[in-house]
C-alpha cells in the first residue's frame, strides 16, 4: 500500500508569521517616531495609541487565519484517513466524502480557540514590553532634558538618547518563555505555534476518523529525521490502548522525542497490519 504525501503548511505559516514581521515594523517605525531629544508627553500617549491599534488589527488577522489554518489540518487529517484507508482513491474524491463528525468540529472548535490564545499571548507580551520601554524612555527623557541644556552636555545627551532608541528596539524581540522553560523571539515563536497546532489538529483529527471507523493502528510516515524522531518512523501505534498486540499506545510515546513542536511527522491509519509493505512488516516485527 502507498500512503499519500506528508502535508506542507509552510506557505500558512509564512502567512501567519508575515503579519507578526510587518506588525513588528509598524511598531518599530512607531517607536523611531518619538523626538527623544525634545520630548513631549503627549508623544508617549499618541506612540502607544498607534501601537495599540497596530496590534488590534494583528490580532484580527491571527484570529481569523488560526479559524481556516485548523480547519484545513483537520481536514487534511481527516482525508488522509480516508486515503490510507481505501474509501477515497486521491484528496479530491477524499474532500467529496469528507465530513466533520461531533467529535472533530469539536476538536476545531477547541484547538482554534487554544491556538487563538497562544497567539494573542504573543501580542499582548509585545504590548506590555513596549509599554514598559516607553514609560522608561518618556522618564529618562524627561529626566535629562529639563533644565535643557543643564543637567547634560549634547554629547552626554546624545548617548542617553541612543540608548533609549535601542532600549525601545529591543522592547519588540524580547523573549518569550514557554511552559518548558525555553525562550522564544516572538517570531520563531509564532512560526513554532503555527506549525505545531496545524500538525496537531492533523493529527488529532486522523485519529478522531480513524476511531470513528474503528480502526485501532496508525503508521508513523518517515522522512529520514536526523532527531529523535528517526526512532519512531515507520513504526505502527495503537490508537486504541485495547488493541490486541504488542505496540506501543500513540498517546504513551515520550512528547520530547515524538510529535514535538515542530515535529512533521504524521499518521496513516491502517486497518489491517498484514497489508503493510514488507519493509514495514519487518521493521514492526509482524
Known amino acids: 500500500m502507498l500512503f499519500p504525501p506528508e502535508p506542507s503548511y509552510d506557505y500558512d505559516v509564512r502567512k501567519l508569521v508575515k503579519y507578526y514581521e510587518t506588525a513588528v515594523e509598524d511598531i518599530l517605525r512607531e517607536l523611531h517616531r518619538i523626538d527623544l531629544t525634545n520630548f513631549q508627553r503627549a508623544n508617549a500617549i499618541a506612540t502607544l495609541k498607534s501601537v ?14 488560526a479559524g481556516e489554518a485548523i ?30 463528525n461531533r467529535i472533530n468540529r469539536e476538536l476545531v472548535k477547541a484547538a482554534t480557540a487554544d491556538t487563538q490564545a497562544d497567539l494573542l499571548a504573543v ?34 545627551r546624545q548617548a542617553i538618547t541612543a540608548d533609549l532608541r535601542k532600549k525601545l528596539g529591543e522592547s519588540v524581540e524580547v523573549g518569550i518563555i514557554d ?37 485501532m493502528y496508525a503508521v508513523i510516515s518517515a522522512h529520514g529525521a536526523k532527531d529523535m524522531c528517526r ?9 486504541d490502548p485495547s488493541a490486541p498486540g504488542d505496540y506501543p499506545y500513540l498517546y504513551n510515546l515520550p512528547r ?31
Open 231 to 239: 526512532l519512531y518512523e515507520g513504526k505502527v501505534v495503537k490508537l
Open 52 to 65: 495599540g491599534e497596530i496590534l488590534a488589527d494583528l490580532n484580527g488577522n491571527a484570529t481569523e487565519w
Open 179 to 215: 511552559a518548558a522553560g525555553n525562550k522564544w523571539k516572538p517570531i520563531t515563536y509564532v512560526d513554532m505555534i503555527a506549525r505545531t497546532k496545524m500538525m496537531e489538529a492533523h493529527k488529532e483529527a486522523t485519529v478522531n476518523e480513524a476511531l470513528s471507523r474503528e480502526v
Open 123 to 156: 501580542t499582548q507580551n509585545v504590548d506590555r514590553k513596549v509599554r514598559a520601554a516607553v514609560r522608561f524612555a518618556t522618564a529618562a527623557a524627561l529626566r535629562n532634558n529639563l533644565p535643557k541644556g543643564v543637567n547634560a552636555t549634547a554629547s552626554i
Open 71 to 100: 480547519t484545513k489540518a483537520a481536514t487534511d487529517g481527516i482525508a488522509r484517513t480516508l486515503i490510507t484507508l481505501g474509501v477515497a482513491e486521491n484528496a479530491q474524491q477524499a474532500q467529496s466524502f469528507l465530513l466533520f
Open 256 to 286: 520530547r522525542d515524538i510529535f514535538h513542536p515542530n515535529c512533521k511527522h504524521v499518521l496513516s491509519p491502517i486497518r489491517r497490519l498484514d497489508s503493510l509493505p514488507d519493509d514495514l512488516l519487518e521493521l514492526n516485527g509482524i
